[in-house]
């Protein structure tokens, strides 16, 4: 539950960063902004899988930025079910997905541990300090 509760805090403030930033993303209000980061989270949990396994072939031509095309779907199909959070255009979409990927992913890796599990990182206990000495060159 703790990691649900983390992976959509960052999830909505990626949403409000991509708000702020991208001129054709608005929201009416912090309860929108929040029940669609959560959708769009549920969305990317169930649906994108599927859509990334149909557009393989796409993906693998394009070398992978076709995946940004499907995020900035699924993006504007958040903004449909969700009519008081506004998605302007694919191209604000599109551009909107990247950010918030990015912002994701850099927010991301404040919690996730070398084992993949989503938690605050304080201190890595299997990381050891190395007995060794430096050569000086001269």
């Given at each position: 539950?703790?990691a649900?509760l983390i992976?959509w805090?960052?999830?909505t403030?990626?949403?409000?960063v991509a708000?702020?930033?991208i001129?054709?993303?608005h929201?009416?209000s912090l309860g929108?902004?929040v029940?669609a980061?959560?959708?769009l989270?549920i969305?990317n949990a169930?649906?994108?899988?599927i859509?990334l396994l149909?557009?393989a072939?796409?993906?693998?031509?394009?070398?992978g930025?076709?995946?940004?095309v499907?995020?900035?779907l699924l993006?504007?199909f958040?903004?449909?079910?969700?009519?008081?959070?506004?998605?302007?255009g694919f191209?604000?979409?599109?551009?909107?997905?990247?950010?918030i990927?990015?912002?994701?992913?850099i927010?991301?890796s404040?919690?996730?541990?070398?084992?993949?599990?989503i938690?605050?990182?304080?201190?890595?206990?299997a990381?050891?300090?190395?007995?060794a000495?430096?050569i000086?060159p001269e």
């Amino acid at each position: 539950m703790r990691a649900f509760l983390i992976r959509w805090l960052v999830t909505t403030i990626a949403v409000y960063v991509a708000t702020k930033l991208i001129p054709g993303i608005h929201v009416d209000s912090l309860g929108v902004l929040v029940s669609a980061a959560l959708l769009l989270g549920i969305i990317n949990a169930f649906v994108r899988p599927i859509l990334l396994l149909l557009s393989a072939p796409f993906i693998l031509v394009t070398m992978g930025i076709f995946i940004f095309v499907v995020n900035a779907l699924l993006l504007r199909f958040v903004s449909w079910l969700i009519p008081p959070f506004h998605v302007e255009g694919f191209w604000n979409a599109f551009f909107g997905s990247i950010l918030i990927s990015f912002v994701s992913w850099i927010l991301s890796s404040f919690f996730r541990a070398s084992d993949g599990r989503i938690q605050p990182i304080t201190h890595h206990e299997a990381i050891k300090r190395a007995n060794a000495r430096t050569i000086d060159p001269e």
